[in-house]
């Protein structure tokens, strides 16, 4: 390892910019003749649309142009489609509901788009757009899962009767009622999974511009995935062929899944700007963001666990009903089933699963994947399943989660996964020593002689990650391949350039991917430089999402530099009169090993571009591309302890000490890597604590439509986390990499929810376990 290579602490290469205000987002992006719009969207739920005048508003100061859905639909442009086919038990295909980029004669959600306006002005785009008069024949609306699959239930879609998109399992139901049927104890809980607003800190944008004389479309988008979204457009809703379409995602604020999805408003801006002839840019308000970024989350669960008489978890048996919100977006199909209840075995070596989940329409928000995507969900369950029993056993939620460890790898779960690598007990072990679990008690006391509640809960989670391999998948109803590319440029002065298809959005791509290039030839990381984002620059690719970027991603960089370094040794053994085999690279330079034979990377490179003294038959040049389509997830693992104390007046709760230990496999930049797990807990917290989108359920209007009423996380909510990380390296990718950046939002809202519900001795409480909800609690748990 050298002072920038793998391993090293780096600080990242990009922050100069952002820091400094440098950063270039697409509100940043100006083109010449650029014009502004605004959407007109449903104030209702449900309702048919009777009629829409645009009279009044293309007569208002600065307006360009004024359209409808019947216009969009008139040019041919496609429906928004779900990507991930899935099938009911019964063997038939998932029902989706027709969801036009602007509604031609239903909205189902408030904040559905109706029309789009143009104009000189973002100002006056918006008075427009109030100026728009839309008739609406309101329809009864629903927003609870539950109660949309009832007879008599508001109908969403002719495609999906009582609002059923599928009805999917997985896991064999004799095996795991014969399971029950032999068990000695039993454990079962409801579980809600509160929907969530992800709240990127950069809203999205999109800015559309046709240019007549190519025949050609550019979109700036804040897309975590501009080549899946170029490819969708082109495929699927029509705006232009791929080799006509190019999609550029420049520094993007932020995105926890929100981002990977194509939404209505990059299609229409593309349309918008070749009806009206001037480039469009679109830039939404916050209040814009929680009415229509995709939700995450939001399920309601029944589960039932069964043990055996020495406590070993004999059976496992899940029912889920999740909640899509009005249409299916790009991925929601997947996000409780294959990422979901795939991983319903957690860490556990269970002979046994069963699970059912039902998809359900209602008059909300599209719902997909959020930071964590299925494994969150999944987590939750089995770790409250786990703390719950232990506490009906009483015996230590430790020993009993230590107990039902799987120990031996690879391990085929009866719900497809089979882990790779892993050691359990290290994890949590570690995370023991660093919480002080054993003095608990004493510190317990010292909280009730001061009038306060402690507990402490802890949460043993597994995540897959970089989702793959593509046969594999695709065989599963995935609509595209999750393999990644590479392309590595060595330029003529020895500078390198590294295009991804991985898209960097505060990862810290930049860095880590040339601290890669740095270990492998030793030239300075500022000489590295990192292109993604822009499909005309980079080869295609899939796009950041599921923890993939450095296991896949990587990867793919790892096979490309091979590729360079096998023809740079047979460059500098030409030069050097030497043996291949006798050739290293190392310090800058390529040299003979055990001699002081060598010549400079800079040298090198420029031989390789002069083309003057090459081995006979070589081509010019120094560059190589690669693919990678990884063999299968990687399972990243860790246990996390939360230590609460609560004010039972109040129901305040207070995190007085949060750990956690986290397997990663092989890691390239430490640094990078604590601050992914740091953010991802935050984010976690924010669930179990705070965060819940609610809508009312007569109206379907969204009650937490802004920070007013939507609570996020702030500083004084987080204590200092102490992490700490082990490592089993993944055999499955030539870095031994796993993921890093969902386990924080998965391991840590069961820690904290059973370190809360540890405090107030029940077990009744739904996330987020608001200072109300806790004091509500505290008083049933004394009345029974």
């Not at 085999?581 to 002081?596: L, R």
Request: overall charge negative.
């Amino acid at each position: 390892m050298g002072l920038e290579g793998i391993g090293a602490r780096v600080a990242r290469k990009e922050d100069r910019r952002f820091i400094t205000g440098a950063g270039r987002y697409v509100d940043d992006m100006v083109v010449p003749g650029m014009k502004h719009a605004a959407f007109v969207r449903s104030p209702h739920a449900h309702a048919d649309i009777t009629g829409i005048d645009v009279k009044a508003a293309k007569a208002m100061p600065g307006v360009i142009g004024v359209l409808t859905g019947r216009e969009i639909k008139a040019d041919g442009i496609g429906n928004l489609i779900c990507g991930w086919m899935i099938h009911s038990k019964d063997g038939t295909p998932m029902k989706m509901g027709a969801w036009s980029p602007l509604a031609v004669d239903r909205v189902r959600y408030v904040g559905d788009a109706v029309a789009i306006v143009v104009a000189e002005t973002k100002g006056q785009a918006r008075d427009a757009a109030e100026a728009v008069e839309v008739t609406y024949n309101e329809r009864p609306a629903v927003t609870d899962a539950t109660k949309a699959l009832q007879p008599g239930a508001p109908q969403l879609h002719p495609e999906a009767d009582n609002n059923l998109i599928f009805d999917w399992d997985i896991g064999n139901a004799d095996e795991t009622a014969a399971a029950f049927g032999r068990a000695a104890h039993f454990v079962k809980l409801d579980i809600v999974n509160n929907r969530l607003v992800p709240n990127a800190m950069e809203p999205r944008a999109a800015l559309g511009y046709y240019d007549k004389a190519e025949d050609h479309y550019t979109c700036w988008t804040t897309s975590q995935n501009p080549h899946v979204a170029r490819l969708v457009m082109s495929a699927f809703y029509n705006i232009a062929p791929e080799n006509k379409l190019r999609v550029i995602a420049p520094d993007v604020g932020g995105g926890f899944g929100s981002k990977i999805f194509i939404y209505p408003e990059e299609i229409v801006c593309l349309w918008a700007s070749k009806k009206t002839g001037v480039p469009v840019k679109w830039v939404g308000d916050r209040t814009e963001s929680f009415l229509t970024d995709a939700h995450g989350r939001d399920h309601v669960t029944h589960a039932e666990m069964a043990f055996d008489g020495d406590h070993k978890v004999i059976g496992l048996k899940v029912e889920t009903k999740a909640n899509f919100g009005a249409y299916m977006s790009l991925f929601s199909s997947s996000v409780p089933t294959y990422l979901y209840a795939t991983l319903l075995s957690g860490q556990y070596d269970i002979p046994a699963i069963h699970a059912n989940v039902k998809a359900i329409y209602t008059n909300t928000a599209p719902v997909d994947a959020y930071r964590g995507a299925g494994r969150p969900e999944a987590t939750f369950v089995m770790e409250r399943l786990m703390e719950t029993a232990a506490r009906q056993f009483g015996v230590s939620p430790a020993e009993l989660r230590r107990k039902n460890f799987i120990t031996q790898f690879p391990h085929q779960t009866p719900v497809i996964m089979c882990y790779d690598a892993g050691d359990y007990a290290a994890s949590l072990d570690a995370a023991m020593k660093a919480a002080d679990y054993q003095g608990f008690p004493q510190r317990r006391d010292e909280a009730k002689r001061h009038g306060k509640l402690r507990g402490i809960g802890m949460s043993c989670y597994i995540e897959a990650c970089g989702i793959a391999p593509s046969a594999a998948v695709g065989s599963l109803g995935a609509g595209v391949g999750l393999w990644e590319s590479a392309e590595v440029r060595v330029n003529a002065v020895g500078t390198i350039e590294v295009l991804t298809g991985s898209h960097s959005h505060g990862q810290g791509h930049e860095t880590s991917f040339a601290q890669l290039v740095t270990e492998r030839f030793g030239v300075p990381i500022d000489s590295v430089s990192i292109v993604h984002g822009d499909t005309d620059k980079v080869q295609m690719g899939m796009g950041t999402y599921g923890s993939r970027s450095g296991a896949v991603g990587m990867s793919a960089i790892v096979k490309a530099l091979d590729k360079v370094e096998a023809k740079a040794k047979k460059i500098a053994a030409h030069l050097l009169e030497a043996d291949e085999s006798d050739i290293v690279i190392e310090d800058g330079a390529c040299k003979v090993a055990g001699t002081d034979k060598s010549v400079p990377w800079f040298q090198l490179a420029l031989a390789a571009y002069t083309a003057h003294n090459l081995p006979g038959g070589m081509e010019p040049g120094l560059k190589e591309t690669a693919f990678y389509d990884p063999s299968n997830f990687t399972f990243p693992a860790g246990c996390y302890i939360c230590e609460v104390e609560v004010d039972p007046d109040t129901g305040v709760t207070k995190i007085v000490q949060f750990v956690a230990a986290d397997d990663f496999g092989n890691i390239i930049n430490p640094m990078i890597v604590e601050g992914q797990v740091h953010g991802g807990i935050a984010q976690g917290v924010g669930q179990a604590m705070l965060e819940g989108a609610h809508y009312d359920p007569g109206s379907g209007q969204l009650l937490t439509a802004s920070y007013m009423d939507y609570a996020m996380p702030r500083a004084d909510d987080l204590p200092s986390f102490q992490v700490s990380t082990s490592n089993t390296p993944c055999p499955g990718n030539p870095l031994g990499m796993k993921g890093c950046g969902e386990a924080g939002a998965i391991g840590s809202p069961p820690a904290v929810i059973n370190a809360i519900t540890d405090a107030i001795g029940t077990d009744e409480l739904t996330m987020p376990a608001t200072p109300q909800k806790v004091w509500a609690a505290i008083r049933s748990a004394t009345r029974h």
